[in-house]
């Protein structure tokens, strides 16, 4: 054995040692505070006999965290993320009573509260030791860093080296606009983005905003980017009538539908079908190694490996630990953060109680946690591809608004992540190009009901005669609402007359995604056009089209095609060259081109609804309750932007710009294949295929892989 070899197993050794050592002295501290918790026999001990007792106990826990603790998080690896993290103070906690019983003669003893509070300690206390050693010795953590990838390449099943080629990760931050980036970039809040945007005068990368289709969420922005197609998406939720269906972009089996969809459509497995992973994201985008992936979380079984990517950080009690009281700690900043904003009765503001601190922490703490420990695994690793999404700042800014302090540590926290790549990818066993993008900005502005006092579910029930809840009648915005009907229908309504129901037609469906709604009529197989639904609700698009917190609606005429309609009578018709863009000039360029792709999906709704916009504010008005949303026209919501380093080719021409995820996903597909990457194989279409858009896809028409024996490798 070499002299290198032996300082290394003596610094090895030196760090075990030390760790143990501290957590004794803190078994120690623990014993003297707590009252329920013991280090020495009844009739009492020595000194020197309690600090042997507490060694025997340190050491005990130690192996058991090392040795049992992978084992159970491997057990629980179906239990859900939210309960698995907060079970790790409890799990901890058992293993800590487990190592106290083997402590001879008895000595040790522990309440099971006490015992959940010292083994969090305990395990807080090893982690923040063992790393400030590990960060003091530079070279012990480079040689780390090391020897996992050096094991990661030595599993190559051929022997061979690791590819020369680069790798590339992408990085998506949720939510993040262009504008938000770049204002945050320039106030210092992510310093890694500014080093690599050449704040300190070398730029490595180039910033690019990218424009939205209407609907400007992850559903349709992520699928596009993944699988080269979101063709009718028309919305976040929406609803089909050919399977009486509402389909949501975040449900398990609406992704699994929407993915299945794309790859039929396009003959394409995915972006990331060569060498590919998929951390965090709706799709799986073809990959074969898949963590907290959407569209296979409601497989059952063996098949089903997205949650494994639990197993990797978990398996840690340190990182089980940290996460968790992470997780605690973020609950309690937003309890704080949300009642901050009450007591200074902040506007805009909605509701953030019940179960949303536990959803915020989940998604600023947990699932970053896992998602980058992930993304690390796959780069020591030498995979050529890997798709991640980031989701904590779109949860936040939903709720805190798209800018403001609440906003600002979270984007801080992101950065932090994106060094910790930035680091890794410097020990890893091939060269990578880190992409940054993300799928859509967020609009500020108050609520739909905030400001109106009913909902738009309120509004289309009185455009179509049907009670509106009380509630809403006695605001001064629901008086106009009925007040809109009466002009609309240009004669007088006699009281009560709206609480009337409709004989033998089933009510509309109206679903909110962001500032953009869609009205369904169920009972009615095919899309209404506008002449059967002004025969059927004179006063209803009227209504919707001239009340204040609407921009413009979408409806199709049997005579002349699509046509949107706004306020005092304003009509652009979209098979034809408009010479005024009426109610869609405020909304910018492309709005015309967007809501015409639309029109043309099998499934976008009878009618079609984008709320107001202030182009001078950038506000809009959420259908939901959110004073940051997504999914319609209007303001920041519809440009995020997409970073990639200069060795890449530009991703637009010279005064071009990129418009759709569509186009994203090209931009991505050509950079794979540069530098002899990966190129993303184009399956073979069959020549009698149907296009998706007639309603009648075959199905079989496409070499589709097989998901499911692609899963089993996982």
């Given amino acids: 054995m070499g002299r290198g070899r032996w300082r290394r197993v003596g610094s090895a050794l030196w760090r075990v040692v030390a760790v143990w050592a501290v957590s004794t002295l803190t078994m120690l501290v623990l014993a003297g505070i707590l009252p329920d918790f013991k280090l020495q026999s009844a009739d009492g001990d020595s000194a020197t006999r309690i600090a042997v007792t507490a060694a025997l106990g340190a050491g005990a826990f130690g192996l058991l965290s090392a040795l049992v603790w992978p084992l159970l998080v491997r057990a629980l690896l179906l239990v859900p993320a939210l309960v698995l993290g907060l079970l790790a103070f409890f799990l901890n906690g058992s293993l800590l009573l487990l190592a106290l019983n083997l402590i001879p003669e008895g000595r040790g003893e522990a309440g099971a509260e006490t015992a959940v509070v010292v083994a969090a300690v305990m395990s807080a206390v090893a982690s923040a030791t063992g790393g400030a050693l590990a960060v003091r010795d530079d070279d012990a953590y480079r040689r780390r860093l090391y020897r996992l990838a050096d094991r990661r390449r030595r599993r ?27 204002g945050a970039v320039g106030a210092g809040l992510m310093p890694t983005l500014g080093r690599w945007l050449g704040d300190d005068g070398a730029a490595t990368h180039r910033l690019t905003p990218w424009r939205t289709d209407w609907s400007s969420q992850t559903g349709a922005s992520q699928l596009g980017i993944l699988h080269g197609s979101n063709h009718d998406v028309p919305a976040f939720r929406w609803y089909e009538k050919d399977t009486g269906e509402v ?55 063996k098949e089903n490996r997205s949650r494994a990517g639990y197993f990797a950080y978990f398996s840690d009690p340190a990182n089980a630990v940290r996460t968790a009281l992470s997780f605690v700690a973020e609950v309690f900043r937003e309890i704080g953060e949300s009642t901050a904003a009450r ?29 980058v420990a992930a993304v690390i695994g796959d780069m020591l690793a030498g995979r050529s591809a890997v798709y991640a999404d980031l989701v904590a700042y779109d949860e936040v800014a939903h709720h805190s608004g798209p800018s403001g302090k609440d906003v600002e540590k979270v984007l801080r926290r992101l950065d932090r992540s994106l060094a910790l790549l930035d680091q890794v990818a410097e020990h890893a066993p091939r060269a990578y190009r880190i992409v940054v993008l993300s799928d859509h900005g967020q609009s500020p502005g108050e609520t739909f009901r905030a400001r109106y006092g009913l909902t738009l579910g309120d509004l289309v029930r009185a455009g179509c005669g049907l009670p509106v809840p009380r509630k809403a009648q006695r605001t001064h915005s629901g008086a106009e609402a009925r007040a809109a009907v009466r002009a609309a229908l240009r004669r ?85 060259e408009p010479a005024d ?89 050509g950079w794979l294949g540069e530098d002899l990457g990966p190129e993303v194989p184009v399956l073979p279409v069959a020549p009698d295929v149907h296009d998706s858009s007639s ?3 075959d199905s079989t028409a496409f070499a589709v892989p097989d998901r499911a024996a692609q899963d089993k490798t996982h």
């Fill in 695 to 697: 309603g009648n896809p």
């Fill in 156 to 182: 190559r099943p051929d022997g061979t080296p690791g590819p020369a080629a680069p790798g590339t990760v992408f990085i998506q931050l949720d939510g993040v606009g262009h504008d938000v980036l770049t």
């Fill in 247 to 301: 389909m949501v972009s975040n449900r398990p089996a609406s992704a699994v539908e929407l993915q299945r969809r794309a790859v039929e459509r396009t003959g394409d497995g995915g972006l990331l079908t060569v060498d590919g992973a998929s951390r965090g994201n709706l799709f799986s985008g073809g990959a074969e190694q898949l963590a907290l992936v959407l569209s296979v979380a409601a497989r059952r079984g």
């Fill in 492 to 576: 007088p309504v006699e009281e009560g007359a709206e609480q009337r129901r409709p004989v033998r037609r089933a009510e509309p469906i109206v679903l909110a995604s962001g500032n953009l709604g869609l009205v369904s009529f169920p009972d009615v197989r095919h899309r209404m056009t506008r002449e059967e639904i002004d025969h059927r609700h004179p006063a209803l698009l009227p209504t919707l089209a001239n009340h204040p917190g609407i921009g413009f609606l979408l409806v199709r005429s049997a005579e002349r095609g699509p046509v949107v309609l706004g306020a005092r009578g304003a009509e652009v018709y979209l098979d034809e």
């Fill in 581 to 669: 863009l009426g109610p869609l000039a405020d909304f910018g360029p492309g709005a015309l081109e967007a809501v015409r792709r639309t029109d043309g999906f099998p499934h976008t709704a009878d009618i079609m609804v984008n709320s107001w916009y202030d182009p001078a504010e950038g506000e809009v008005l959420a259908f939901e309750e959110q004073i940051g949303s997504h999914g319609g026209l209007g303001g920041a919501q519809s440009r995020p932007f997409l970073l990639s380093p200069l060795a890449l080719s530009d991703p637009v021409a010279d005064g071009g710009e990129l418009v759709g995820a569509e186009q994203v996903h090209q931009v991505l597909r």
């Fill in 343 to 371: 007591f200074r009765r902040r506007r805009p503001r909605v509701g953030r109680g019940g179960l949303y601190p536990f959803i915020r922490a989940f998604a600023t703490v947990v699932e970053r946690d896992v998602v």
